[in-house]
C-alpha cells in the first residue's frame, strides 16, 4: 500500500525544499548542486544567490519568469521547476488557452 | 492563376503529405500538369548514369518510372515513413531490385562519398530553410562523383511585373498560413547565390509560368581543386547611416507583428583574422544593426543563425534559437573553418532557448568552447576584453528602463492600432461618414485614437508605479484610474461638456486595462503561468468592461 505524501512533512526533514506545482516556482535541489554558477550567469533577474556553503539557492522565487535558462543549462541538473514554452504574456497566454498549439513567439 | 498554385502547392503539401494515395494526384492538379512536364524532362536527361540517388521522393511515382524505363539503380529517400510505406506498397514487381526505398533525410546521406552519377530532387528545396539548402547542396556535393550532377525542380519568385501579384498574393497566403500555425516555405531568394562558392555550376535549366517553376541542371566542379565542398558567406550587410537608421524605425514601429529576417551565415565586424572570436546572434534586422554598432569595429566574426526574423529572447523562448539551430549554422556556415579561436559568444538571454551541456553532447566534433556573453550587447567589447569569471551585476541583469519603455509604448501602441482596434476605428468612421453622416461627429474617433495614445504613454512611462503587485488584473485597475484623473483633467481643462467626459470614462479605463494587460509581454515581470492564472478572469472583466464602455459611449455620441 502507498502512503499519502505529506509535503510539508517531507520539506521539514529534509534537507532540500521540494517544489510542488502550485506554491514554489522554482528551486536548486542543495544535493546535487555543485555550485558553479552558471545559473548566477544567466539569470536575467540575478535569482540564484551564493550561500555560505559554496552553494546556490534562489533568493526569490516569486520573481521568476520560469523561462528555463537555468535549468537547461545547468551541467548536472540541480534545478527543478515547471517550465512551459513562451514567455509572460497576454497574447500567449490566449494562444495556449485558446488555440492550444502552442505560444506566440514562434 | 499559376502563383496561387504554386503557393497553394507548397502550402497545403503538409495536408496532401498525410495521405500518400491521394499525393500524386492533387500534386498534379495544383501544378496543373506541370510536375509531370518535369519527369519527363528529367528522364530524357538520364543517358550514362547508372546510379540515381532522389531526395525527397514522395510516393515514389520518379524513381519508379526511372528504374523501370531506363533500368537504373535508384535509390529514394524521404523522411515521411508514411509516404515510403505506400511506396513500398506500390513497389513494381518488375524491376528486380533496382530500385530501393528508405526513410532518410538530406541531413545525413546513407551512400558512400563520391558514389553517385545523379542526384534528383523535385519540389523540396522550398521547404528548407537557407542554412538548410547550403547543408543539402553541400551534402550531395559530397555524395557525387567527379562530374556528377544534380538535377533540381524548385519553385521562385517570378519574373518582372509578375512579382507584384506574386507578393500580393503570397502576403494574403502567408497570413493565412500563420493562422493555421503551419510552417512557412522559403522563398528561394539567393539560392543561385550558393551555387558557385558551394561548387556547382549550372548547365541547363527549363522554367515554366514567368519563371516561378523551374528545373535546373548542375554540375559539381571542385572549388580551387579542394576535395570538399565549399561554403557560402553572405555579403555584409550595411549597419551604419541613415538607411539603416530607417531599417531600425521600421523594426521599432512593427516589432510585435513582423518579423524582419536578413540572410543567416558569417558576417565581420572590423577585420577578423584567425585569432578572432565569434559572437553568435539572431537574424532579426533590429538584432543584427543594433550588435553590429554596438561591437564598435572590434575584430570578430559574427555568426548570424536563422531565428526566422526574431530577436533573441522571444526566438529562444519560441523553439527558434536553440541547440539545434546553433549547431545548424556552425555546419552550414563551417565557422570553425575561419578561426582558431574557441571561444563562441552566445547572447545571454538565449539560454531560454540553448542547453549549453547538451551543445558538446549532441554533436560529436564541437570545437568550441561556448559561454554566455553580457545581457545588452553594448557591453561585448567590455566582455571581451576583461573576460569576467562571473559578470558583474550591469552585465547580466535585464532592465525596463525609460528608454526600453519608450520603444515599448511605440511598438505596443502600434500594435494595439493595427493588431486590435483598426477594425473598431474602420467602423466607426464608416458609420460617421457613410450610414449616419454625422461629420460633427468625428471628432469622438480622433478621441478615441488619442486616448489609445495617451493611455499607453502613461502605462509605460508610469509602469514601476505598480511595481507593488505582479497581478496584470490589478496593474490594469491603477492604470485606469490613472488614466482617468489624468485625461478627465486635462478634458476639465480643455472645457469639455461634463457629461461627455462622464460617459466616456468607461471607455477611457477599459482601453487602459486592455493596454495594461497587453503589455504583459514586454515587462519581463510576469511568467507564463502567472499570466495564464489570470487570463480567465481578464475574459470576463474584459467582455463587462467592453459593454459597459461601449453602451455609455454611444449615449455620449448620441446626446452631445
Known amino acids: 500500500m502507498i502512503e499519502k505524501i505529506n509535503i510539508k512533512q517531507l520539506e521539514k526533514n529534509s534537507c532540500c525544499s521540494i517544489p510542488s506545482l502550485n506554491n514554489i516556482r522554482i528551486s536548486i535541489i542543495t544535493s546535487i548542486c555543485i555550485g558553479c554558477g552558471v545559473c548566477a550567469e544567466v539569470c536575467p533577474f540575478g535569482l540564484p544567490q551564493k550561500k555560505a556553503n559554496n552553494k546556490y539557492r534562489i533568493s526569490d522565487p516569486a520573481l521568476c519568469t520560469e523561462c528555463s535558462a537555468c535549468k537547461r543549462n545547468c551541467p548536472v541538473g540541480a534545478i527543478s521547476m515547471f517550465e512551459q514554452k513562451g514567455c509572460g504574456c497576454l497574447w500567449d497566454a490566449r494562444q495556449r488557452i485558446t488555440k492550444k498549439n502552442g505560444s506566440c513567439c514562434s | ?560
Open chain 2, 1 to 560: 492563376m499559376n502563383y496561387d498554385l504554386r503557393i497553394m502547392a507548397v502550402t497545403y503539401m503538409k495536408k496532401l503529405e498525410e495521405e500518400p494515395e491521394t499525393y500524386e494526384q492533387e500534386f498534379t492538379n495544383l501544378t496543373k500538369g506541370i510536375n509531370l512536364e518535369i519527369n519527363d524532362w528529367i528522364i530524357d536527361r538520364i543517358n550514362n548514369d547508372n546510379s540515381i540517388f532522389e531526395i525527397g521522393c514522395g510516393p515514389g511515382t520518379l524513381a519508379a518510372r526511372i528504374a523501370k524505363q531506363k533500368g537504373k539503380n535508384v535509390i529514394a529517400i524521404d523522411k515521411n515513413f508514411q509516404m515510403i510505406n505506400y511506396a513500398m506498397a506500390n513497389y513494381p514487381s518488375d524491376i528486380a531490385g533496382k530500385l530501393l526505398y528508405q526513410i532518410g533525410s538530406f541531413n545525413n546521406l546513407t551512400v558512400f562519398h563520391s558514389s553517385q552519377d545523379l542526384v534528383i530532387s523535385t519540389f523540396m528545396l522550398s521547404e528548407l530553410r537557407p542554412l538548410e539548402q547550403q547543408i543539402f547542396l553541400r551534402n550531395v556535393w559530397k555524395i557525387l562523383k567527379k562530374g556528377g550532377r544534380l538535377i533540381i525542380a524548385t519553385e521562385f519568385m517570378p519574373l518582372g511585373i509578375w512579382k507584384i501579384g506574386f507578393s500580393l498574393r503570397r502576403w494574403r497566403y502567408k497570413k493565412k498560413i500563420r493562422r493555421y500555425r503551419l510552417k512557412n516555405t522559403q522563398l528561394n531568394k539567393y539560392f543561385f547565390n550558393y551555387l558557385n562558392p558551394i561548387g556547382f555550376k549550372i548547365t541547363d535549366k527549363k522554367t515554366w509560368k514567368h519563371n516561378s517553376i523551374q528545373v535546373i541542371e548542375l554540375v559539381k566542379f571542385n572549388n580551387e581543386g579542394k576535395e570538399e565542398p565549399g561554403y557560402y558567406q553572405p555579403k555584409m550587410k550595411k549597419y551604419k547611416g541613415i538607411l539603416s537608421q530607417f531599417r531600425i524605425f521600421r523594426c521599432i514601429f512593427t516589432g510585435q507583428i513582423d518579423r524582419v529576417p536578413i540572410e543567416p551565415g558569417i558576417y565581420q565586424s572590423g577585420n577578423p583574422t584567425r585569432k578572432s572570436p565569434i559572437i553568435v546572434t539572431a537574424n532579426y534586422d533590429f538584432t543584427y544593426i543594433k550588435v553590429m554598432r554596438d561591437l564598435k569595429d572590434i575584430d570578430v566574426w559574427v555568426l548570424v543563425i536563422d531565428t526566422n526574423g526574431i530577436n533573441v529572447w522571444c526566438a529562444a523562448r519560441g523553439n527558434d534559437f536553440g541547440n539545434q539551430q546553433v549547431l545548424e549554422a556552425i555546419e552550414a556556415t563551417g565557422v570553425q573553418n575561419y578561426t582558431k579561436n574557441e571561444l563562441l559568444l552566445l547572447p545571454q538571454l538565449s539560454a531560454g532557448g540553448v542547453s549549453m551541456p547538451n551543445l558538446s553532447k549532441k554533436s560529436k566534433n564541437f570545437p568550441f568552447k561556448a559561454k554566455y556573453g553580457p545581457i545588452w550587447s553594448k557591453y561585448i567589447p567590455e566582455y571581451l576584453k576583461n573576460k569576467p569569471v562571473q559578470k558583474p551585476a550591469n552585465m547580466k541583469l535585464a532592465k525596463f528602463n525609460i528608454f526600453h519603455r519608450t520603444r515599448a509604448f511605440i511598438t505596443h501602441t502600434t500594435f494595439l492600432l493595427r493588431k486590435v482596434f483598426f477594425y473598431p476605428i474602420i467602423a466607426s468612421l464608416i458609420i460617421f461618414l457613410v450610414v449616419f453622416p454625422w461629420f460633427n461627429k468625428l471628432y469622438w474617433v480622433i478621441d478615441f485614437i488619442l486616448w489609445i495614445i495617451t493611455s499607453n504613454l502613461i502605462i509605460s512611462f508610469l509602469f514601476p508605479l505598480s511595481n507593488f503587485t505582479r497581478k496584470f488584473i490589478l496593474k490594469g485597475l491603477v492604470f485606469g484610474i490613472i488614466t482617468i484623473i489624468i485625461l478627465g483633467g486635462t478634458f476639465w481643462i480643455l472645457q469639455k461638456p461634463f457629461a461627455y467626459i462622464l460617459l466616456n470614462t468607461p471607455m477611457i479605463f477599459w482601453i487602459s486595462f486592455f493596454s495594461t494587460m497587453s503589455f504583459s509581454g514586454y515587462s519581463m515581470s510576469t511568467s507564463p503561468r502567472e499570466i495564464q492564472e489570470e487570463y480567465g478572469l481578464f475574459t470576463k472583466v474584459n467582455k463587462i468592461l467592453l459593454v459597459i464602455s461601449v453602451i455609455s459611449s454611444l449615449i455620449s455620441i448620441l446626446l452631445i
